[in-house]
């Protein structure tokens, strides 16, 4: 598989600007692949059916449209065009001799006729040259027959045949737009094992777990190799178990794609269609396979295809550029992050290495699961025994700076190359080394999951995208949102070490807030987010401005903005929302005088639209020092509240509310926020999730209410009463009326402040029969009622001036609230306020909260100190000001108290009624009395009252008013009662008409009497009974409705039955509804019906007024007894039952309905003039002067408004309660988490969850639960604690058998021991000590000039394992080197390779096996003419021991020759061809002033390091014919090329080659070196100076090289052997840099 794509795909730009999240492509709108398909757009096709409608990462496989004509113009296969046989071999003759088999796969018969003449048949076949480009036959959907889960409802699955070398950008539209699938936010692509493999249950499972969640919790895709084998069977499992788990198998929000080869696959022909199979049946049961099965747990295939059948690994660079091109894509929602990618490796074999290697080479993270096997294994065990060193090195501008790097010491390699050679053989050994050592260089790149490691693999996964991206950690923060992983954030980001600077998050916990990511803003605040500054005036606007569309609040939103000429949502439009969802008297900050100010000058010279540009001027709307910095909010908390309430997002708007002040006003008005909305919501769902949502904070609002008022009651009281300044101007009183919360109105606490409210000033401990007594004898008000006032005995007068003393030190003064009796929590309150008033004043305060400059009880000197009278207030007022009262102040509040007023209107009502009916009993004649006069202007003051009603509603506009007003049951009783009085005394005035107005007048009496029915809403016992009757009118409302189907059915048949043709009209009808309606309550007239009434037919009797005899009796009496026993049994049984469940549904919350229905009884008498009917008019009067003087004059006359305005309190006051309040609120959230603790559920699941991962640790510590032994991952990777422990037991139990065959070789020493001696024990074998591979501190330095090249020991050549084996070398230290300095304990390892001693052209015979004395006498330091091989070396002289040669540079560990086929030096030529970089313009680039060079370089096969191209000189050859031959089969693939191509090739080559310089000549350290054989070279440089020689020349790779590229000739750059060293002579001798 291949991972080519470059790096970690998350880059930052400066700035989240997400209203433009507009990704503009740099592709033409109908680009052509390289098939030459023209690729056409496709047409949107999926539009937003409903506006509530929420597209997720969720994919519903049913719903996905087709489009097979796309697919057929943009997509092709491979067709074979030119049949090319497969060579005949003998040994196996093919058994269709008739139909020979094409290279490509298939039979002959299978290619067209017009393809079968090929003229060139013995040309390789080759994709590129044999194939063509045709219009795919095999795409649509697969329907997988006999798999697992099929019978539960498995979906169809998309598949594609595609061309393997389809342009990627075609295959993203496919997946974007034909199968729609969107953007993913991380790519996962499993590599590893493709065949069945064991992994233990325990890591499977966690495996599964941890990669499905990776993908939920991520929005990731998951790509495989589809097959149902290896690890893609894994992935294929852990999501059918997903889906089978959620219960939902049809819709999946797991995108798994397998990308495979289509020449491999089974079942292949039943997949092709021209139009497309939908489905085609694919049978996994099948026994007869001819290649691979397709999983059927993944979402879609995608089938590569070169042509070829039956050939593996087609699908590998496809796989690769379709994930480059996936992770350049940026993320939906987040323009700043493209889409990162990580490759998940599982088990696996040798070429899983290769796929690893290049992932990591390409900058691509891979998280390797450790104890899976193979591969894998290997792998972790590489990085976690090499160690990590820190060493000093220079830079280029020959600094010294430090620098990590992680060293594979002789001993690791040595154990590496023996677990390779175990698993995959020899082949390619040194390969499989070089790779895991450079990809050792890069380990941030790589995360070994360890089972047993504490995290979950989707942990591993995200830590490793995050480790490889450690270069910003900006960059981090985006990857960790938009996966919405807080875990990993918390994790990796947010450490102890890190410290935050002011700004650092803003743009994240922007993000973090438009995406509704909870988690994410808690943390940020947690960690120092000041959101004072950071929620600017420009923000806000910008937030509001990201709403999606089809949502409510953007549909609430742009009415508003539709009013106006703006195109972006201003805050302006957003208080005009809150107050629509609230009420009109709610007064938003956004819609304040101040607020408006700041917003102008905000505008100015800006867009409001700009974020940048919004934030000018940004200040306080509250007037304060100078020297404190200008925010445009002081309770940031409440604005982003509103924010997430507004877009109902439950656990923002909880989190927040917890983070903020004022709990009781935010959860009221969220409440009623919350309703609203769901009122005006269509969808059914969404808008039932805000009623559960306003519920919550119903809930919340009445446990902080709890809370406080267990802890003071008077503290709670004023809560409830004064004004929330912050939260519209409203009280929390008003604010749960109008959000209809009955539960919180019933609470004790309300309940405690309405009857504060209800007797106004006047004192608790008044008797009751004197308070009626001096309602008739008012002199007696000042001797006998008691006020609040006097509610403090003058004993106390000295106790109360210590006190006031101590508030007069305090830094705040008291106003209104002034609490004379103090008690002990007033003091506390008033010492933590002297301690924190200063450091909570902004944070409590708000751009609404300014002095209390009309309060008209604040006072700056104590009222004992110096006396002063009361001052009377239109609004609440139930505190005691300790004032004093004068005696009309005592009438007035006396009278002006909502009981007394209740108490007089009541005595009024009655004498209204008494006088009202002695007029229509007695005094009502054609002349008009004077008591009837009286009558007409006492209901005129009724009218009149009413007007003041409406006029002085809660409401600002006249149409508000007017419908609160009428939508009352009693307004609408007493609307009834004042039309039918005019239009009776209208009808008064006629004498024709008298009577008639008699009648209405007396029905209007009758409806004023029913009126008294509200008088007794006052008790408590008589109360719930008419909300009882109320309720039951409703069911008796929709019982005559029933009950008239009934009576209409039964009346017509019936007098169509025994009275047809009727003659009048009036007989019809009574007929049908008189007769009818009075036989339900037993009056039968069963006379009429059997004609024993005295009834005729004789027309003339019935002209003289007999009644008509009805003609089928019979039948009538049997319709009448079936109507009798339906209404009479079944009907009004119905309505009993009806009754029954109101007064069971009332009964049970009789207290709650009463309570709440108490609140308007007693908000009309609070507002209500204390001069009762007829005298009221007076009031009313002065009302209406008022309102004049008030309107031409401008001032204002105090008075009490429609509404009960709140207590007014000082500023310091009100801020010492909101401190109060927030710490109430904070007991309350701890004691609801603490219940939320120990929930027995909760805690069941909790130890269940412990005692899973317990049993899990304990049962990979110990034993694999299918075999019993111990587990892999214990023993090769496992935890050292239990190997510690283990080593430690061995070692003990060694010492004691020492010390017992001690004992025993000393008993039998002195003969004391057994005649027949020890018996025989069975040896054991002792424990292996571990290598310790972090013994070596530092890598061993490789020569980077050609000085140290001449100078330095070699190193590679003593590095182990030997290059292609796992034979480890004879350690050899560096002052044992020298053959000079005496080795007694030299044991070198005699190896040579099997390819060598078989004899080839260029190998020696084997001298080593032969003894000493008779070993043959090479040539050596001398040409030998029996070989025609030179055998002088360019060190000069070599000693020759024992008929073989030394190393002139000393031991190496190794005899023979191992990979080298001469004995002695084996010359090499390396050509060094260079050019100059140039840029896209042709100009030769420079780096600080030095220009570029490049050099061809090929990549070897043998180890994949880059190297110069270069090879051995052959018998007979010179170094200048080696060097041009050599450049020509590496570099430019000359062995593959026609006889024209070659000989163009050699001029090219002669033409540069006939000039060139030395760079380097003599010996080489080679890791093929061994103590008698060894490489030397001549390293020749030829410079391509104007680039018009071999620079024109395609590069190509052959012979032995894999691939060929030009190169920067750089010191970066890690190159084979001791290649580095002579670039950089070439550099000097260019001067270019380096």
């Given amino acids: 598989m291949s991972m080519a794509h470059g790096g970690m795909a998350a880059t930052t730009s400066s700035s989240f600007n997400f209203r433009t999240q507009q990704y503009v492509g740099n592709r033409p709108t109908s680009p052509t692949s390289p098939t030459g398909l023209v690729q056409l757009e496709e047409p949107n096709f999926m539009k937003y059916r409903k506006r509530n409608l929420s597209f997720g990462s969720a994919i519903d496989l049913a719903r996905v449209h087709h489009n097979p004509s796309w697919i057929r113009k943009n997509i092709g296969m491979k067709v074979c065009i030119r049949f090319t046989p497969v060579p005949i071999n003998p040994a196996k003759p093919d058994p269709e001799p008739d139909n020979p088999l094409c290279q490509c796969g298939k039979r002959k018969f299978f290619h067209e006729e017009r393809f079968h003449n090929n003229f060139d048949p013995k040309a390789p076949w080759k994709s590129e040259t044999h194939t063509q480009n045709s219009k795919t036959n095999a795409f649509g959907e697969i329907e997988f027959i006999g798999a697992a889960g099929a019978g539960l409802g498995l979906q169809l699955r998309k598949f594609v045949r595609v061309n393997h070398d389809i342009h990627p950008h075609t295959m993203l539209q496919l997946l974007n737009k034909q199968w729609n699938l969107g953007t993913p936010k991380l790519l996962i692509s499993v590599t590893g094992g493709a065949n069945n493999f064991h992994m233990s249950n325990k890591l499977k499972s966690v495996f599964r777990k941890g990669l499905i969640k990776a993908a939920l919790s991520t929005g990731a895709w998951i790509i495989t190799g589809g097959s149902n084998s290896g690890v893609m069977k894994y992935v294929g499992d852990a999501i059918r178990d997903y889906a089978l788990a959620s219960g939902n198998a049809t819709r999946t929000n797991v995108v798994a794609i397998g990308i495979a080869t289509w020449g491999v696959i089974d079942q292949r022909d039943k997949l092709i269609n021209e139009k497309g199979q939908f489905p085609a049946t694919y049978r996994m049961d099948t026994k007869n396979r001819k290649g691979v099965l397709l999983d059927p747990n993944h979402t879609h295939f995608i089938l590569a295809d070169d042509g070829t059948i039956g050939q593996f690994g087609k699908e590998i660079k496809l796989r690769g550029k379709v994930e480059k091109e996936i992770s350049e894509q940026k993320v939906a929602g987040n323009p700043d992050v493209s889409v990162p990618i990580v490759c998940v490796v599982v088990e696996g074999g040798p070429n899983t290495i290769a796929t690893v290697f290049e992932a990591i080479m390409n900058g691509t993270p891979a998280v390797i699961v450790a104890g899976s096997g193979r591969a894998a294994d290997i792998l972790a065990f590489a990085f976690q025994r090499a160690p990590v060193v820190e060493r000093q090195v220079k830079d280029a501008a020959g600094n010294i700076k430090k620098e990590k790097k992680t060293v594979i010491s002789d001993s690791l390699s040595k154990r590496l190359a023996a677990m390779l050679s175990k698993e995959f053989g020899d082949a390619e050994l040194d390969t499989h080394l070089t790779r895991i050592k450079e990809m050792l260089d890069r380990r941030h790149l790589i995360t070994v999951y360890e089972l047993g490691a504490g995290s979950d693999i989707d942990s591993a996964i995200l830590h490793a995208l995050l480790s490889a991206n450690k270069g910003s950690v900006q960059d981090q923060l985006q990857l960790a949102l938009t996966w919405n992983r807080v875990d990993v954030a918390k994790r990796e980001i947010f450490i102890d070490d890190r410290d935050w600077t002011k700004g650092d998050l803003d743009k994240a916990l922007h993000y973090a807030l438009v995406n509704n990511l909870v988690d994410f803003v808690r943390l940020f605040i947690e960690n120092g987010v000041s959101l004072k500054d950071y929620l600017t005036i420009a923000e806000l606007t910008s937030l509001y401005n990201e709403v999606k569309e089809r949502t409510l609040l953007y549909e609430l939103l742009d009415k508003h903005r539709s009013k106006t000429t703006r195109s972006l949502f201003d805050l302006t439009d957003v208080g005009k929302v809150i107050q629509e969802l609230t009420m009109d008297t709610f007064k938003p900050l956004y819609l304040s005088r101040d607020f408006k100010k700041k917003l102008n000058e905000a505008r100015e010279g800006a867009s409001i639209g700009s974020r940048e540009t919004l934030n000018v001027g940004a200040g306080i709307l509250q007037t304060e020092s100078t020297e404190k910095p200008k925010r445009d909010f002081y309770n940031p908390i409440r604005e982003l509240f509103l924010f997430s309430i507004l877009q109902n997002r439950d656990g923002m708007a909880r989190m927040l509310w917890e983070e903020g002040k004022e709990a009781l006003a935010s959860a009221l008005t969220a409440s009623k926020i919350l309703k609203s909305m769901a009122s005006k919501e269509a969808d059914h769902d969404q808008s039932t999730m805000m009623k559960l949502h306003a519920a919550s904070y119903e809930e919340v609002a009445l446990g902080v209410l709890g809370e406080c008022y267990a802890n003071n009651q008077d ?248 419908w609160y007003w009428i939508t009352d049951y009693w307004n609408m009783v007493d609307l009834a009662t004042l039309l039918l009085f005019a239009v009776g005394i209208a009808l008064r005035f006629f004498e024709n008409f008298v009577d008639y107005a008699r009648i209405i007048l007396a029905l209007d009496l009758a409806v004023f009497y029913i009126r008294i029915l509200q008088i007794f809403s006052v008790s408590k016992q008589l109360g719930p009974k008419l909300i009882m009757i109320a309720k039951m009118m409703v069911d008796l409302a929709f019982f005559v409705a029933i009950l008239s189907v009934f ?263 002195h003969k004391l021991g057994s005649l027949e001696g020890p018996p025989m024990l069975k040896e054991i074998k002792p424990r292996e000590v571990e290598e310790n591979y972090t013994s070596e501190s530092e890598e061993r330095k490789v020569p980077s000039t050609l000085e140290e090249l001449g100078m330095t020991l070699h190193h590679k050549a003593r590095s182990s394992p030997y290059p292609g084996t796992a034979i480890g070398r004879s350690p050899v230290p560096d002052e044992k080197v020298p053959w000079e300095v005496s080795f007694h304990f030299y044991k070198p390892v005699s190896y040579t390779h099997e390819s060598i001693l078989a004899l080839p052209h260029f190998a020696d015979i084997d001298l080593l096996k032969y003894s000493k004395s008779e070993r043959p006498m090479l040539n050596f330091n001398m040409l030998d003419k029996s070989v025609n091989y030179d055998r002088v070396s360019f060190m000069g002289h070599y000693n020759v021991t024992d008929g073989v040669p030394q190393n002139p540079r000393g031991r190496t560990g190794m005899i023979g020759r191992g990979l080298l086929g001469r004995f002695g030096p084996n010359h090499a030529a390396d050509p060094i061809v260079t050019r100059w970089k140039k840029n896209s313009d042709g100009v030769i680039i420079e780096d600080n002033g030095e220009k570029v060079l490049e050099f061809v370089a090929v990549q070897r096969k043998d180890n994949q390091q880059w190297a110069i191209p270069g090879g051995m000189v052959e018998p007979g050859d010179v170094v200048s014919a080696t060097l041009k031959r050599e450049f020509g089969e590496e570099a430019l693939g000359s062995m593959e090329k026609s006889m024209e191509e070659v000989a163009l090739l050699a001029k090219k080559i002669e033409d540069l080659f006939s000039n060139g310089v030395e760079i380097y000549k003599g010996y080489v350290d080679d890791p093929r070196n061994t103590d008698n054989a060894w490489m030397e070279t001549v390293a020749m440089n030829f410079h391509d100076e104007d680039g018009t020689s071999v620079s024109l020349l395609e590069l190509q790779a052959g012979d032995d090289a894999q691939g060929v590229r030009w190169q920067r000739v750089s010191s970066n750059i890690r190159l084979f052997a001791s290649h580095q060293a002579m670039l950089r002579k070439v550099a000097e001798l260019h001067n270019a840099a380096f």
Avoid at 776 to 792: A, Y
Avoid at 956 to 961: A, F, G, L, M, P
Avoid at 1193 to 1216: E, F, N, P, V
Avoid at 1221 to 1235: K, P, V
């Fill in 715 to 962: 503290h709670t009281s004023l809560l409830l009463a004064c004004e929330q300044k912050n939260w519209g101007k409203s009280t929390n009183l008003n604010l749960a009326k109008q959000a209809d919360n009955k539960n919180f109105i019933a609470h004790s606490g309300v309940q405690k402040l309405l009857t504060e409210i209800w007797n106004g000033k006047l004192s608790d401990e008044n008797n009751y029969w004197l308070v009626w007594l001096c309602s008739f004898i008012p002199p007696l008000i000042p001797c006998l009622i008691k006020f609040r006032e006097d509610e403090i005995k003058n004993g106390d007068l000295k106790q109360r001036k210590r006190k006031s003393t101590k508030k007069k030190q305090s830094i705040t003064q008291e106003g209104s609230y002034n609490v004379v009796e103090e008690t002990n929590e007033d003091i506390r309150m008033q010492d933590m306020e002297d301690a924190t008033i200063q450091s909570n004043l902004e944070d409590n305060g708000d751009a609404e909260v300014n002095s209390s400059s009309n309060n008209t009880n604040d006072t700056s000197e104590d009222p004992l100190t110096k006396e002063k009278h009361y001052h009377e207030t239109a609004d609440i007022d139930i505190t005691n000001s300790g004032q004093t009262l004068s005696w009309w102040q005592r009438f007035s509040l006396f009278y002006n108290a909502p009981v007394i007023t209740f108490r007089h209107s009541v005595l009024s009502y009655f004498i209204f009624l008494l006088l009202y009916s002695y007029i229509i009993l007695v005094d009502f004649t054609v002349n008009i009395s004077i008591f009837e006069y009286v009558l007409i202007v006492w209901v005129g003051s009724l009218y009149l009252e009413e007007l003041r009603q409406i006029a002085q509603g809660e409401a600002n506009s006249w149409r508000v008013r007017f």
């Fill in 1047 to 1309: 009576l209409v059915a039964y009346g017509v048949a019936s007098q169509a039955i025994l009275f047809p043709n009727g003659s009048s009209f009036q007989e019809v009808i009574s007929g049908v509804f008189f007769k009818a309606y009075f036989q339900m309550y037993g009056e039968l007239f069963l006379e009429d019906i059997q004609g024993n009434n005295g009834c005729s037919n004789d027309l003339t009797m019935i002209e003289a007024g007999a009644p008509r005899c009805a003609e089928y009796s019979t039948i009538g009496v049997i319709l009448l007894a079936v109507y009798m026993m339906l209404s009479n049994v079944l009907l009004l049984n119905l309505l009993i039952a009806m009754f029954s469940y109101t007064f069971s549904a009332v009964q049970e919350n009789t207290d709650v309905y009463w309570r709440f229905q108490r609140y308007d009884l007693i908000k009309e008498y609070f507002n209500r003039p204390a001069i009762v009917p007829p005298f009221i008019i007076i009031a009313h009067v002065f009302f209406l002067c008022r309102f004049l003087i008030q309107k031409i004059c401008g001032c204002c006359i105090s008075y009490r408004s429609g509404q009960m305005t709140g207590q007014h309190i000082s500023d310091s006051k009100a801020r010492q309660l909101i401190l109060w309040e927030a710490i109430q609120s904070d007991d309350f959230i701890t004691q609801e988490r603490r219940l939320m603790q120990s929930d027995i559920n909760k805690q069941v699941m909790t130890t269940g969850e412990r005692v899973e991962d317990l049993l899990g640790k304990m049962e990979e510590l110990f034993a694999d639960p299918e075999t019993g032994m111990p587990s892999r991952a214990l023993g090769l990777l496992g935890e050292k604690a239990m190997e510690e422990r283990l080593n430690r037991l061995e070692d003990q139990m060694e010492r004691t058998n020492q010390a017992i065959d001690w004992i025993i070789t000393s008993l039998r020493d």
